[in-house]
């Protein structure tokens, strides 16, 4: 690579980390430590206005805690209950939303080849091979009826134990990761960057990126964001480090709009290998 390329390159990519650095957070869950094995404690979502949907009665399969190991676990071992956090938007959050030229929802998670150990007693590789059906509960999700959209999306994992994410919103589209269960904690950066005017939306699932479009709402009339297990008849376990859904400011759109939009995403990844916001 020249270099008038590379300083080429250099200038987008600070001129990319300034836009992410004055983005306007919406709503936000920052565990406070490094995604990585040993990090605790993390912070409990419930602190940052998060609210927590449990099993109606005390159930330690269906839960949320401190990992221990970079972030903050929402587990489901059950057929039915959920474990998640949500926040619902205001109107002036909705309003930020709709007249936003892009914004973004960004999410950082490692799910987990175990379940919930019980009464000191570990189930261990509960959800890896020949087990990792039983994945399929980890969800990412906005619905924004203030704008008659809604993308939805489920962390699953195939029979190489590779973690695939599952666009609900598109027929069931499916991107792999390439990240393996296996490998604990293993921390993936996913982003959503979603184009107003287009109506489009970029998803970066770090292995590579997708355009996508939005489907409707899951409920009619709901503005509201989640992250954690949903309360269909499934299971899953995974360790949240961060998720965040942001506006980005209006000068990123000067920059070469697909290729701008990309280099966010990737600029983000760089910036979330330090310490995550406090």
């Known amino acids: 690579m020249s270099g008038i390329m590379v300083r080429g390159f250099l200038a987008i990519a600070i001129a990319l980390a300034a836009v992410a650095s004055q983005a306007e957070l919406v709503v936000s869950y920052e565990s406070g430590v490094l995604p990585q094995s040993g990090a605790s404690p993390a912070a409990d979502p419930a602190g940052q206005g998060w609210t927590f949907t449990g099993p109606a009665t005390a159930n330690q399969f269906a839960a949320g805690y401190n990992s221990g190991n970079?972030?903050?676990r929402t587990v489901d071992g059950t057929t039915s209950a959920p474990a998640n956090y949500s926040q619902t938007?205001?109107?002036t959050q909705q309003s930020?939303?709709?007249n936003a030229q892009v914004w973004t929802m960004n999410w950082t998670v490692s799910l987990d080849e175990d379940a919930i150990g019980s009464s000191?007693?570990?189930v261990t590789n509960y959800y890896a091979a020949p087990n990792n059906a039983r994945q399929n509960n980890i969800l990412a999700l906005i619905d924004l009826a203030a704008d008659n959209l809604g993308f939805y999306f489920v962390h699953t994992v195939n029979s190489s134990n590779e973690v695939v994410l599952v666009d609900q919103k598109s027929g069931g589209a499916s991107y792999n990761t390439g990240a393996v269960i296996t490998t604990q904690p293993n921390f993936i950066d996913f982003s959503l960057t979603y184009d107003t005017?287009?109506?489009?939306a970029l998803l970066d699932y770090g292995a590579g990126t997708a355009t996508i479009t939005p489907g409707s709402p899951i409920l009619a009339g709901r503005n509201a964001v989640f992250f954690g297990a949903s309360n269909?008849?499934?299971q899953g376990s995974a360790v949240w480090n961060n998720f965040e859904v942001q506006i980005v400011p209006e000068p990123a759109t000067l920059?070469?709009?697909a290729a701008g939009l990309a280099g966010l995403a990737v600029v983000r990844r760089r910036l979330r290998s330090g310490l995550p916001r406090s």
């Open 70 to 72: 970079g972030g903050w």
């Open 89 to 91: 938007l205001d109107a």
């Open 96 to 98: 930020a939303l709709t």
């Open 120 to 122: 000191g007693t570990t």
């Open 197 to 200: 005017t287009a109506g489009t």
């Open 232 to 234: 269909s008849a499934g």
């Open 255 to 257: 920059l070469l709009p």
